[in-house]
């Protein structure tokens, strides 16, 4: 979510919302009333209402859109899943379901005639109570019908086009979490919507070798694709321990923590569909429970940051002077395009016209400031190098995109404009990024052939084709035993 837009949807809460301001609340902790959420009109029933807030609470734009068209394209190691249209439409839609088949397909990943990937995530909302199901079942059949079915559609090769094998894969797979002893009401609350509401944990959540979630490292961080969800257990080192509860409200209502986060990508997408959305006592109830989990340390280590090593905000610089700016940028650029390889010029001729000479991005235009953030914090460079390599797409359209530069810059360059960001921005006393380690972070990614990288899923979907047939056994047996 981007600084401005939140700031701009928080003012229409805010103008709008004359209970937020009988509160006198300020603009981030403004209580969300019913009437701002953009799915939410009083025109309907409080159980279609209560559906629609469900319907953003559990995210369900960030795949199927919107408008629930559908066709997001979901990224798997097997090839792209892409949803589909939710809308009320009898032919494209889901315009014949019956509540039962709603809550079949949320808690057990099964449509009426076939079973789902879990790439809807299913087994988060394998939880889902069943009053929020039935809110959620009353408030799609008020959604506007679209009679389209979405541009492309899912076609996995063999034999992950096999659907019924995820009988086998649920078997092992579905719930995704447990619930934990000894939370108060709040943290209860507050698990709920993490686990079976937000499904946070399938992306913070790392995956076991069946690509189920590895439940001893929950919510310990994982890599998803491009992008790393960071480890939000409250451990000091490498998590979020540092953390107030506070901290974790704003940085969900807002996407941003002062020099210290942002939320970019995936996370800026569920910034921007749902968490801006969610009430304070839930966002409360989230941050609570997160504070109450296990905390995991894993290798990944953040520096604390060291205010007193980054740039001053405002100050005798240049950032905020843009003609100024324009003719430092331009300097920097020519030199650059004369041989010169020092960091400090590579990082303004490349990253200056948006992120700021110093760092603080572009105050107006929705150029992230980048001073102090989690991503350029970490002992692994990976996130960052990561975002120079292939850039971002803003979370909204509207949204400004940061382009990629693996193929403007060398490994080399991007090594050395990533130790002069980890320094200089990230107030780290030293790093010491490599071409090698860019060589390595640009290599793990999608180009090996699909049968070496996935020699070891296949063998597991032997295993997982060997269960889904005992179970298909047994089921005969059953069913057989019943008719005598
Ligand atoms: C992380 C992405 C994601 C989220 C979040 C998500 N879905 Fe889905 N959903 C999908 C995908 C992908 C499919 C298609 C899966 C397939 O082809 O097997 C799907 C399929 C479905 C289907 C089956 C439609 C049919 O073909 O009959 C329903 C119903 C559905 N989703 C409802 C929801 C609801 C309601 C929510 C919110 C509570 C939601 N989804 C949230 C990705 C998502
Ligand atoms: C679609 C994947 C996805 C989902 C769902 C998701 N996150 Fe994230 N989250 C990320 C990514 C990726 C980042 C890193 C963002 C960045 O660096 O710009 C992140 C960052 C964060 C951070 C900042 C951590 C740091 O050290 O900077 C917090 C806190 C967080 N997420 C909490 C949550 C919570 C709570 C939920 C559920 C309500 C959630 N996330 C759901 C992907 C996700
Ligand atoms: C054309 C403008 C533009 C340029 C040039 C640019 N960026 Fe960005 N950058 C952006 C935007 C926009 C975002 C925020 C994207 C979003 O909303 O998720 C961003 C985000 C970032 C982030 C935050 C990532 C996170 O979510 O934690 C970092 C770090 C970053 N850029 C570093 C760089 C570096 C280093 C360079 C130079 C190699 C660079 N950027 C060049 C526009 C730019």
């Known amino acids: 979510m981007k600084p401005l837009s939140v700031m701009l949807s928080m003012l229409v809460i805010g103008i709008t919302s004359s209970a937020a301001m009988a509160e006198g609340a300020d603009l981030v902790n403004a209580s969300l009333p019913n009437a701002s959420l953009p799915n939410i009109s009083p025109a309907n029933s409080e159980l279609v209402n209560r559906g629609a807030y469900i319907a953003r609470a559990a995210d369900c734009m960030a795949c199927h859109g919107e408008s629930y068209t559908g066709g997001t394209a979901i990224e798997t190691p097997m090839g792209e899943i892409y949803s589909t249209n939710i809308t009320p439409s009898k032919r494209y839609g889901i315009g014949k379901y019956t509540e039962n088949d709603l809550k079949n397909a949320l808690q057990k990943g099964r449509a009426p005639n076939h079973m789902l990937y879990p790439a809807m995530p299913y087994p988060s909302y394998n939880g889902m109570k069943e009053e929020d199901i039935s809110a959620l079942f009353a408030y799609l059949q008020t959604v506007p019908v679209v009679d389209e079915a979405p541009k492309q559609k899912t076609d996995l090769p063999f034999p992950f086009n096999i659907r019924a094998l995820m009988l086998g894969w649920n078997f092992l797979n579905v719930p995704s979490t447990e619930k934990r002893d000894g939370l108060n009401e709040t943290q209860q609350r507050g698990e709920y919507i993490v686990n079976n509401l937000e499904h946070c944990g399938t992306c913070h959540t790392p995956r076991n070798s069946t690509m189920g979630f590895d439940k001893k490292m929950y919510l310990s961080g994982a890599q998803l694709g491009n992008w790393h969800a960071p480890n939000i257990t409250p451990d000091e080192s490498s998590g979020i321990g540092s953390w107030s509860e506070q901290d974790i409200i704003t940085y969900l209502r807002t996407g941003e923590l002062d020099q210290r986060a942002y939320a970019g990508g995936p996370m800026g997408e569920a910034v921007a569909h749902s968490t801006q959305y969610l009430k304070n006592e839930d966002l409360s109830a989230i941050a609570s429970y997160l504070k109450a989990v296990p905390a995991i340390q894993t290798d990944d280590k953040l520096s604390a940051v060291d205010v007193s090593r980054l740039p001053t905000r405002v100050s005798e610089s240049i950032t905020h002077d843009l003609l100024a700016q324009k003719d430092y940028l331009a300097q920097a650029k020519t030199e650059v395009s004369n041989g010169s390889n020092s960091p400090k010029s590579l990082y303004l001729a490349t990253c200056g016209s948006c992120h700021g000479v110093d760092g603080y991005g572009q105050p107006d235009a929705q150029y992230s400031p980048i001073v102090g953030l989690s991503s350029i914090r970490r002992d692994k460079p990976d996130a960052l190098v990561n975002i120079i390599l292939h850039g971002v797409v803003g979370s909204t359209n509207t949204s400004p995109i940061m382009p990629a530069f693996s193929d403007q810059l060398d490994n080399e360059q991007i090594a050395s404009i990533a130790n002069y960001v980890r320094v200089n921005f990230g107030g780290l006393a030293s790093s010491a990024v490599s071409a090698a380690d860019v060589d390595r972070i640009a290599t793990t990614g999608a180009d090996k052939p699909f049968l070496i990288k996935y020699a070891g ?28």
Do not use: Y
Not at 464 to 476: D, Q, T
């Open 457 to 484: 899923l296949l063998a597991i979907l032997g295993i997982i084709v060997a269960i889904a047939v005992i179970i298909f056994i047994v089921r005969a047996i059953i069913r057989n035993r019943r008719r005598r």
